[in-house]
């Protein structure tokens, strides 16, 4: 049986960010070069491009293609689509190095299109919910929680996103799959950037499906894990855990982390759970992990940390993301991550950095 994840030596942290920034140097002069409104008008052509990904994933094209080349009449049969449709949908696609047009007039995948299969590196699921009507709806109503500072999506759907989603169960897998395509993106940056071998047992505090700690339980033999969330969450953890043939090895305990957190283990995972909360929720949900783990306990808590600079930022983009759709989540700078943590009676031991935008925020007793 092939392993169920490979984790690659990856470049050091300080070459990819000599990297990044040398290419955002690049992108800077790019646009110092042209006109104002001509960039601007080249960067507004992502309006026609992302619902056009979008239904590609829906009608799986590319798992499709997976299997060889085809004809777009072949195509159009397979995915039950207008032949003359999904040519213009494809030549613009291909146009973009999404999906390749032929010399005899068929298509095939290419390194972009591939990561619309459901193989690994997918981020189907993820584009499918993301540029899906749900989503699209809520941040086309920017406008409304800019001037009162309020979720959009509660005004769009009348109700909060996660009663909105227990409601939904079609809506809530999709969600369910797009995190899990998020958390395979970030595994690998993760497990090069910290060693958790030192560590007995560890606990993923709302780890959902539990992809990430299968992942470090799988790596390191000598370690035991605790999978903690709702049951809903946890829907689909008992497969994640079998294909990963770690079960024997991991504890699933259902609960809430507004009022408790499992005892046991020696480092708790956080991962993209506080930003989705305000100060007083992310107190509470700390307040009970420290009450449950042991005095030389450590929080890890693994999420995108905003800069203080106009330089580019991935986190300050999904941070409208979190505007919209959260009552009260955002990204937050570290040092509201420091202020948060000692209102918690814990302390920044140290932030560990990782090639991807998130980062490892170690945190301590005080």
Not at 127 to 135: A, K, R, S, V, Y
Not at 139 to 151: C, R
């Amino acid at each position: 049986m092939a392993d169920p994840i490979v984790i690659r030596k990856l470049p050091p942290v300080w070459f990819i960010r000599a990297l990044n920034a040398f290419r955002s140097g690049l992108i800077r002069l790019h646009r110092m070069t042209f006109p104002a409104n001509v960039v601007l008008y080249e960067r507004f052509t992502s309006l026609w491009v992302l619902p056009a990904i979008r239904v590609a994933a829906e009608l799986d094209i590319a798992g499709i293609l997976e299997k060889g080349t085809l004809s777009i009449e072949q195509l159009a049969e397979r995915t039950g689509s207008d032949k003359e449709a999904l040519l213009r949908m494809m030549r613009a696609l291909a146009s973009e190095n999404i999906f390749k047009k032929t010399k005899d007039g068929s298509y095939k995948n290419t390194s972009l299109s591939k990561v619309l299969t459901d193989e690994k590196g997918s981020l189907r699921h993820m584009l499918m919910q993301h540029l899906g009507t749900l989503n699209w709806a809520t941040l086309n109503d920017l406008s409304y929680s800019i001037k009162t500072g309020k979720s959009a999506f509660s005004k769009v759907y009348g109700m909060k996103i996660y009663d909105y989603l227990s409601e939904h169960p079609e809506e809530s897998a999709l969600f369910d799959r797009s995190m899990t395509n998020l958390s395979e993106i970030s595994i690998e940056p993760i497990l090069n950037a910290i060693d958790f071998s030192n560590y007995p047992v560890i606990a993923d505090i709302g780890g959902g499906e539990g992809l990430l700690l299968s992942s470090i339980i799988y790596k390191h033999k000598n370690s035991r894990g605790i999978l903690f969330d709702l049951p809903e969450g946890l829907t689909n953890a008992e497969t994640i855990l079998g294909k990963f043939g770690v079960a024997d090895r991991v504890q699933v305990i259902r609960g809430s982390f507004f009022t408790t957190a499992p005892a046991g283990a020696v480092v708790y995972l956080l991962k993209n759970i506080l930003h989705n909360w305000s100060i007083e929720d992310g107190i509470k949900i700390l307040n009970n992990i420290r009450n449950a783990m042991p005095p030389h306990g450590k929080i890890l808590i693994i999420e995108m940390i905003l800069d203080e600079e106009n330089h580019a930022s991935f986190g300050k983009l999904i941070d409208l993301q979190m505007m919209v759709f959260m009552e009260e989540g955002k990204e937050r700078t570290l040092k509201e991550f420091e202020s948060l943590l000692q209102q918690a009676g814990l302390r920044l031991n140290r932030v560990i950095p990782t090639i991807a935008p998130i980062s490892i925020i170690e945190a301590v007793i005080s």
